[in-house]
């Protein structure tokens, strides 16, 4: 037998490692409602027509070649543009670098910042592949806890104690997958402060940054001074396209200390030939275009938060935060009687209840004894989740 590497073979990734016995169930003719992942287009939202028609266009047209690997020069003017309007940075067009969508960002950055050995903190619990890709770049995922109590808002005192001297940067996830916390101002002025008393840049994750029900986003590149700020952003969430892959990333380092790791991005940059290039057109289309499909988004994303968020209060043995962002929502087990761990827990109420959640244990430590439902389906749909996943609960704390 050949054998894999130890690095491909130790890749996790809990949302999709549920799919299988949910599979199964399915083969056996049983409806199995999927609140696992979180896919906007697998539902009734769709990028917006004037981005669609851009797409086709760019295609129809002949703009099917290798572009610049940085990304085409009006996709980067039009970010500039975009993220001036948002959060005020003071950026150019040459520290913007479009992707293949933020998890190639992602590739990119734990690339260029980590040699084996080193480390990055990353929010507990989080998005898995923090954890999947650091470890892939034979870098340690150092999670520094965020407090459900607190709203999930990240423990300033934790990430303290995490940073060491091979500490290379600290990423943050806002609006969080999964916990769906919005971040107060003062916790990213602290960050910041943080960071800059260990001389580390901030990676800071806003895919989901126009969704917010309570609040609004505030990005660590709109406060900083002179602490480094990687922003990485893209058309998948606030845009409804995630099946086009095309993100982006942008640097705010008014001091000039990121211009190794700039180099080094470039070279990997390089060696991947070029982001899609009829997908730019497409979000030049979106970032330059109306916005008004997201505010008929929002409303129907807010009515299906709010209805989750109610019937799950009404629900014995668990306890949940409200979400302020993105579309999930992290419910805690409080009675933990009946189940070995949340995975377990989940694997139930996948059989019993035919419901496919995601156990928190996969996000991260802090993620254990909690469960992830993706809240994107209408209410009719949500609403025979709910019934169903109810039922499960009475019977099983009355057993
Ligand atoms: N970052 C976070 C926090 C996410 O939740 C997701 C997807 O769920 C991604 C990044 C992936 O983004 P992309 O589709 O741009 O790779």
Known sequence: MIRASERAMGIEYAIRDVVLPARELEKKGIKVIRLNIGDPGKYDFQPPKHMRDAYCKAIQEGHNYYGPSEGLPELREAIVEREKRKNDVDITPDDVRVTAAVTEAL?????????????????????????????????????????????????????????????????????????????????????????????????????????????????????????????????????????????????????????????????????????????????????????DYLEEYMAKLKERRDYIYKRLTEIPGISTVKPQGAFYIFPKIEERSKWKNDKEFVLDALNEAHVLFVHGSGFGYAGEWHFRIVFLPPVEILEEAMDNFEAFMRKRLSS
């Open 107 to 291: 590739q990119f950055l734990f690339g260029a910042l980590l040699n084996p050995g080193d480390n990055i903190l990353v929010p507990s619990p989080s998005y898995p592949p923090y954890t999947g890709l650091v470890k892939f770049y034979e870098g340690v995922p150092r999670e520094y806890l965020t407090v459900e109590e607190n709203g999930w808002q990240p423990d300033i005192d934790d990430m303290r104690k995490k940073i060491d001297e091979k500490t290379k940067a600290i990423a943050v996830i806002n609006p969080n997958n999964p916990t769906g916390a919005l971040y107060e101002k003062k916790t990213i002025k602290e960050i910041l402060d943080l960071a800059g008393e260990y001389d580390l840049p901030v990676i800071s994750d806003e895919i989901y940054d126009l969704m917010t029900y309570e609040g609004e986003h505030v990005s660590p590149g709109s406060l900083t001074k002179d602490v480094p700020v990687i922003v990485m952003n893209g058309l998948s969430k606030v845009y409804f396209a995630t099946g086009w892959r095309l993100g982006y990333f942008y640097y705010v380092d008014p001091e000039g200390k990121l211009d190794e790791i700039r180099e080094a991005v470039d070279k990997m940059a390089r060696i991947r030939l070029c982001p899609n290039t009829p997908a730019q057109f497409a979000a030049i289309a979106g970032l330059t275009g109306p916005m």
